[in-house]
């Protein structure tokens, strides 16, 4: 079953601990106006690999953080839904998942272990007064009579399952459930910068049920490596692997903020192969998960705009734009912000794979070029 209480911590860090022993984690003492609170950080996983995948975003930005800023201190709980400020890495568009990398719990040298990443944002966050950190996960607590087993605070109180929480195996697929995924947020507003931490366990699995989160098996298919090593030949218009979004089509560009009225919105698709794909039977998703249906076909090396009809709608105070293939199941996803969105008439441009979903404004609405 899903997590039992999901939600986020905001509060100040004022001490921490690094990872180690057999079931390490790493700790972090958080504090709001009244309360204290211990978040639990997964640095290597029960499972074989033990190396997690993580992604650290040192410029995150996306819709949500609207939601979060004018929030008081201490813990939220959040409904698992889409459309709010519960996390799904697979559903929510925070960033590329081809962007994740494995590290192990600790190595030799700087800044190149789990520990390190982020220890390093933990640490500036408590020299700098005004800086906050966003904990998503499972609350657990506050235990009576207990005092917390890190840092001493009675009673005990805190935040788990800081990682995704979907596309378990084995004993966790009891946690699988959709829009509860857990990240570490930390916001500095003297440089008006949010950092996202990301982690992930190498046994989970990027296509989930939309009910359940338990895992969806389909054919091997998805692009070269960046390593050159073709370990799942990629088939055009094919489904995407179980590991990764196939990312044949990718999202490149969306007119979201139109001057027309009513008015009238678009998303520009790109086929990076050299094969002609259908799009028969594939849908573009909203923020709120609202679909349209798609048909025909996009040439290969080609781009495609599309005319978005109703039930799916972009609202110009930020969003989300996801592609679905045939069985429903994500070949790419992208977000946009308010600040983003601000000037009408203008062509949002996401950036290509390996690059997060991050929009910038490049040409007029009647003007636009690819």
Same mark, same amino acid.
């Given at each position: ?9 905001? +509060?100040? =860090?004022?001490?921490? /601990? ?19 609170? %211990? ?9 074989? &690999? ?21 929030? =008081? ?5 959040? &409904?698992? *839904? ?5 996390? !799904? @890495? ?6 590329? &998942? ?10 030799? +040298?700087?800044?190149?272990?789990? #520990?390190?990443?982020?220890? /390093? ?14 904990? @998503? ?6 235990? /009576? ?22 596309? #378990?195996?084995?004993? @966790?697929?009891?946690?699988? +459930? ?31 049920? !939309? %009910? ?13 490596? !960046? ?5 799942? &030949? ?51 998703? !909203? ?27 972009? =609202? ?8 679905? #293939?045939? *069985?429903?199941? %994500? ?18 441009? @996401? ?12 040409? %007029? /609405? ?5």
């Amino acid at each position: 079953m899903p997590l039992k209480a999901y939600g986020v911590l905001k +509060g100040r =860090p004022i001490d921490r /601990q690094l990872g180690s022993g057999a079931n390490p984690h790493y700790q972090i003492h958080i504090v709001d106006d009244t309360t204290h609170y %211990r978040i639990a950080v997964n640095v290597a996983s029960q499972l074989a &690999p033990s190396e997690l995948q993580f992604l650290v975003d040192s410029r995150f930005d996306h819709p949500f953080l609207a939601e979060l800023i004018d929030k =008081p201190l201490g813990w939220l709980p959040l &409904p698992s *839904r889409p459309g709010g400020a519960a996390l !799904d @890495f697979i559903r929510v568009n925070l960033f590329d &998942p081809r962007d994740m990398r494995v590290l192990p719990l600790s190595a030799p +040298g700087p800044d190149n272990d789990l #520990n390190e990443k982020i220890d /390093q944002y933990v640490q500036r966050a408590m020299a700098d007064q005004e800086a906050l950190v966003y904990a @998503f996960g499972e609350r657990w607590g506050p235990e /009576q009579g207990t005092t917390d087993k890190i840092f001493g605070f009675s009673p005990g109180n805190g935040v788990h399952d800081i990682h995704m929480n979907q596309g #378990n195996v084995g004993r @966790f697929t009891g946690d699988d +459930g959709v829009y509860q995924d857990g990240a570490l947020l930390f916001n500095f507003p003297r440089t008006s910068q949010w950092v996202g931490v990301f982690l992930k366990f190498q046994s989970q699995t990027w296509h989930t049920d !939309d %009910r359940t989160g338990h895992q969806i098996h389909t054919e091997t298919s998805g692009p070269p490596s !960046d390593e050159h090593v073709v370990t799942n &030949p990629f088939i055009p218009g094919g489904q995407p692997g179980p590991e990764m979004p196939d990312g044949a089509v990718r999202i490149v560009a969306a007119l979201v903020n139109s001057i027309q009225s009513p008015e009238v919105e678009f998303v520009t698709l790109l086929n990076t192969t050299n094969e002609v794909i259908s799009l028969d039977g594939w849908m573009i998703a !909203d923020r709120d998960k609202n679909k349209m249906r798609l048909t025909g076909s996009i040439a290969a090396a080609e781009t495609l705009r599309i005319q978005l009809v109703p039930p799916v709608f972009l =609202p110009n105070k930020g969003g989300i734009i996801t592609l679905l #293939n045939e *069985r429903g199941l %994500r070949v790419d996803g992208v977000a946009y912000t308010r600040e983003q969105a601000r000037n009408p008439g203008w062509t949002l441009k @996401f950036e290509s794979a390996r690059l997060k979903p991050k929009p910038e404004k490049i040409s %007029r /609405q009647d003007e636009f070029r690819y």
